[in-house]
């Protein structure tokens, strides 16, 4: 991708992202995401299938300007603390809640994956996966505890996430895993 492509699509990244901050994403239309990029809706549809494969692409984006070296417990907390304005934004209707609740749960699958595939890090959560004889399954569940604690704010429509009694709950897990 050229360097005036991927402003583009910076743009059209970083306009969504800003949206999102302001409404929620059953609410953004593409038209919208486009007048904000200042680009026409053909435009954005050279760049991106459709909103959902924007959000999944913001969504990576996002997840990879995160600092890799950290365990992954860490990395999540700073990362729900740091987008948490976007990530409540997330907060499906009945109609959107598979699409959202798939393209989360694909992405904290994948960071986790990765991370078990580099090979040993300090990290117990990873290298409670990377020997168990279950890998995926393994991934899969804790994959879910994260969603959990995300849906728990989201439900009960938090404002601001409370950094002490998330570090705590997150300090509880990683507990479980040094048990090991």
């Known amino acids: 991708m ?3 492509q991927e402003r583009t699509r ?3 990244l970083s306009a969504f992202l800003e949206l999102l901050s302001e409404k929620p994403y059953d609410m953004i239309s ?3 995401i486009s007048a904000a990029s200042f680009i026409t809706r053909s435009t954005f549809y050279r760049y991106f299938d459709d909103k959902k494969s924007l959000l999944m692409a913001e969504i990576e984006d996002t997840v990879q300007k995160q600092v890799p070296d950290q365990p992954l417990l ?3 907390v700073e990362y729900v603390e740091a987008y948490w ?3 409540r934004n997330l907060t499906p ?3 959107s809640r598979s699409d959202l609740h798939e393209i989360l749960n694909q992405i904290l699958w994948e960071l986790i994956h990765r991370r078990v ?3 040993p890090q300090d990290d117990p959560v990873i290298a409670t996966v990377q020997k168990s004889h279950n890998k995926t399954i393994m ?3 804790i994959e879910g505890m994260l969603m959990g604690i995300l849906e728990r704010y989201v439900v009960e429509g938090t404002a601001k996430i409370n950094h002490a009694q998330l570090e705590t709950a997150i300090q509880e897990i990683e507990s479980l895993f040094q048990q090991n």
Request: net charge positive.
């Open 2 to 4: 050229g360097k005036a």
């Open 10 to 12: 910076r743009q059209i």
């Open 30 to 32: 593409v038209s919208e």
């Open 74 to 76: 860490v990395q999540f």
């Open 85 to 87: 304005p976007v990530l």
């Open 93 to 95: 209707t009945r109609q």
């Open 117 to 119: 595939e580099a090979g």
């Open 139 to 141: 991934i899969s569940a």
